[in-house]
């Protein structure tokens, strides 16, 4: 008997994770090699803190009380803090779905956990654990915003497993961030996305817009078959099946549950901002995405707004933690 093989489909949202996680990687390498006056020609050379929509949340107090942006942050990306709260309005947090790279990184661990545990993987904390752990992120969402505001720096560096990723090979991240990425890397291989179930604070503050976002999943009733693949397939543990509306404040928009490779039943989970209103195909969703992302960029480049020339870079004053402005001449000590 001849098996014929499935042909594998296509997964636009892997495309797009690989984009961003390869773009966040080369600027990161980029930096380092400028130093040196070997940099990657028309490749940003910007502090990883001055691309990270995370940053303009953390910088806005100071930017609100002071006119300052906390060192190492800059317009940049407070400018991606808006653009990724448009998107979340729209859709929910794509950012987390499809491109920040350490959701991504997790993922990509998480296939081998796949492999090795098949389906007792992800569903090793009891429910009523991950219920209470599932707070966990709106604590230190609070305590971030919070020790940055009163110290006027990125305190949160120290712990912050995004920039480990991108930088533990240069010698700059502080023990506890490096400490913290190994956890989330072996965590990994057992549940899916534990950063971002447990600790990212902005995955909470994300998590919050799909309680108003305007294009919703939607199941249709009429064509469930409750075969629960839906909610098998979400990475979040969310169960899907026995919602009509998706509406969990843990939700990243990652649109696996109304894939194809998922639901068997065509039409039944969809994209919609009313159940009487035309679905939005994730291909759609990825082209708004998109669009958002780089015509924003550019659009604030020839404006003249956009800036991710960091104070280390040259430019810019910043607090000194006791309320003086001081003028930053030298490199920071909170290295990059
Ligand atoms: S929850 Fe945090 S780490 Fe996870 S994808 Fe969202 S921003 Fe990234
Ligand atoms: S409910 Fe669907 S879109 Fe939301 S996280 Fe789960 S699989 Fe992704």
Known sequence: M???????????????????????????????????????????????????????????FSLVTTGLFIPKTQISAVILMGLVFLLALLFGPVFCGWVCPLGAFQEWIGKIGKKLFKKRYNHFVPTKVDKVLRYLRYGVLVWVLTVTA???????????????????????????????????????????RPWCKYTCPYGALLGL???????????????????????????MNIDVCRNETVSSLSCISCYECTSDRNCPKAETLLVQATQKSPQVSIAVVAIV???????????????GIWSSKTNDQGSGGKNNGNGQKIKVEMQEEVTD
């Open 209 to 235: 817009f799909n309680k108003i976002r305007i294009f919703k999943i939607r199941r249709k009733t009429e064509t469930c078959v409750s075969c629960q693949k839906c909610s098998r397939s979400c990475p």
């Open 289 to 303: 995405m998109l669009t958002v992302f780089i015509g924003g960029i550019v659009g604030s480049m020839a404006l």
């Open 2 to 60: 001849v098996i014929i093989a499935k042909p594998k489909k296509f997964n636009l949202r892997l495309m797009v994770q690989i984009f961003f996680f390869t773009l966040i990687a080369l600027i990161s390498v980029n930096k380092t090699l400028a130093a040196t006056g070997m940099g990657i020609p028309f490749l940003s050379t910007a502090s990883l803190h001055a691309l990270c929509p995370f940053g303009g949340v953390e910088t806005l």
């Open 150 to 192: 009163v110290s006027g720096t990125l305190l949160f560096v120290n712990l912050d497993p995004y920039h480990a990723l991108f930088k533990f090979w240069t010698g700059t991240v502080a023990l506890p961030a490096l400490i913290l990425l190994v956890f989330i890397t072996i965590g990994s291989l057992f549940v899916e």
